[in-house]
């Protein structure tokens, strides 16, 4: 799949300027070396060139002052130095002799090794798409780093597209840095381009996502998610659903945040689907009904945005507990059995019931909400245990009459303060227990 958006319309195409490297800077000294005549033939040999008749000239007469400096720097670059007290004649060969192989001669292990040092080193010498493609796989073999990214870009420069991306196709790793390189470089149009031709829609189609929604203001996300949605509707080229699914939820989201201005104020600049539930939360004023019809309630902002029920009831778990609407709390967890829409509502977790007690005890809720989730605790000994946790004695003496656990009551009522609403529920308890033994009892009797 190839998406075309035009230069106006496609977002985020970066301002930022390219990595620059030196081999892009480089002189081009043909003009210069053909004025001269100096090495207008690449197979040009020392014993054909006539010392004698230079004898009397100056460097500067021989060779352009840009050559001159080229060869001084490759020079430098490979650590030679010319001796003291040689004779023009023999400078001159010397520099000859570098010129020669900084331009005509490629050297492959001895470019290959300047690259991967961080030196410049002139590429321009590859002229044959096999010479540039063995310089390539010279540094892919050592590592390579920016001096793969250097040949690449040279690459890019001097080859056609058909050619450049043969080379991408057959060297996965190649590839990788070119698309890490544009990814760090901020060019995203091309990141996504190259991504799409090579069968990469899922990723491309993620890029151009997260281009959209990084857009500085509402109407533009809304427009360029429009753009995006649209696009991906005619294309035809099988993208999984689940993505567009993504796209038009992203793009509902937009159009309720800019016709509930409202939510605007307690969201900050690019929020996520989850921070809007919470919001719609911090909004709703009825959680006795479930109304499916209005946009901003948090129920159908789950359902639209396809939110997991165990997130929107953590979600509205949290909101409404530090809100202290602590009455509203049962009402989340309330289910009508789809089999028998007519039976009453039930209480239903879509998450594990210890989170949510560890949850509502870390933001101080009252011991009776906590017992009220203790209480939807099948296990007595579980019960027990996270009821001390959280020190909800209620809880702790359900669990120990849940357990039978009468010496234990006794022991746990003698510690309780006298004349406490916990004393008198633990003598609840145990009168509780006490009947329930003597009913069995007398039932055995009988027996």
């Known amino acids: 799949?190839?998406?075309?958006?035009d230069s106006e319309t496609y977002w985020n195409r970066s301002s930022r300027a390219a990595f620059s490297f030196d081999d892009e800077d480089e002189v081009d000294l043909a003009p210069d070396l053909a004025s001269n005549g100096i090495l207008a033939d690449d197979t040009i040999s020392e014993a054909s060139f006539n010392n004698s008749a230079t004898l009397n000239l100056s460097i500067k007469s021989i060779l352009s002052e840009d050559a001159?400096?080229?060869?001084?720097?490759?020079?430098?670059?490979?650590?030679?130095?010319?001796?003291k007290g040689v004779s023009p004649e023999e400078e001159l060969k010397l520099l000859r002799r570098q010129l020669q192989s900084t331009l005509y001669?490629?050297?492959?292990?001895?470019?290959?090794?300047?690259?991967?040092?961080g030196k410049t080193a002139p590429l321009e010498m590859f002229k044959s798409l096999q010479e540039k493609q063995q310089l390539l796989d010279t540094l892919l073999a050592q590592g390579g780093g920016h001096a793969v990214i250097t040949v690449l870009l040279f690459l890019k420069r001097t080859l056609n597209a058909l050619q450049f991306h043969a080379i991408l196709r057959e060297r996965p790793r190649a590839l990788e840095q070119y698309l890490s390189y544009l990814k760090e470089s901020g060019d995203l149009a091309s990141h996504i381009e190259l991504l799409q031709r090579f069968g990469r829609h899922q990723e491309a189609a993620l890029k151009q996502f997260?281009?959209?929604?990084?857009?500085?203001?509402?109407g533009t996300r809304k427009k360029h998610l429009q753009l995006l949605a649209d696009a991906y509707a005619t294309a035809g080229v099988g993208i999984i659903p689940l993505y567009e699914q993504v796209f038009h939820a992203a793009l509902k989201m937009q159009q309720l945040m800019e016709k509930e201005t409202g939510l605007g104020k307690l969201l900050r600049a690019q929020p996520t689907p989850?921070?809007?539930?919470?919001?719609?939360?911090?909004?709703?004023?009825?959680?006795?009904?479930?109304?499916?019809?209005?946009p901003i309630s948090p129920q159908r902002f789950a359902a639209d945005q396809q939110i997991s029920a165990a997130q929107y009831e953590w979600t509205a778990l949290n909101e409404r507990?530090?809100?202290?609407?602590?009455a509203d709390l049962e009402c989340i967890f309330e289910r009508v059995p789809s089999w028998h829409p007519l039976k009453t509502k039930q209480f239903h977790i879509s998450f594990d019931l210890t989170l949510a007690v560890l949850r509502l005890y870390e933001l101080q809720a009252p011991s009776t909400v906590l017992q009220l989730f203790l209480s939807k605790m099948g296990n007595s000994g579980e019960k027990l245990a996270l009821a001390r946790r959280v020190k909800c004695i209620r809880a702790v003496i359900d669990a120990m009459a849940g357990l039978k656990q009468q010496q234990e009551l006794q022991q746990l009522k003698d510690t309780l303060p006298e004349r406490s609403e916990e004393q008198f529920y633990c003598e609840n308890a145990l009168k509780s227990l006490q009947s329930k033994r003597w009913t069995t009892d007398n039932i055995k009797l009988k027996l």
């Open 1 to 5: 799949m190839d998406l075309q958006f």
């Open 68 to 83: 001159l400096k080229l060869v001084l720097q490759e020079q430098a670059l490979d650590d030679r130095v010319l001796p």
């Open 105 to 117: 001669s490629p050297n492959l292990e001895a470019t290959a090794q300047k690259l991967l040092q």
């Open 210 to 218: 997260q281009a959209a929604l990084a857009s500085g203001d509402l």
């Open 274 to 294: 989850v921070e809007v539930l919470y919001a719609c939360c911090q909004a709703n004023s009825n959680w006795k009904e479930q109304d499916m019809l209005k």
């Open 321 to 326: 507990a530090q809100a202290q609407a602590y």
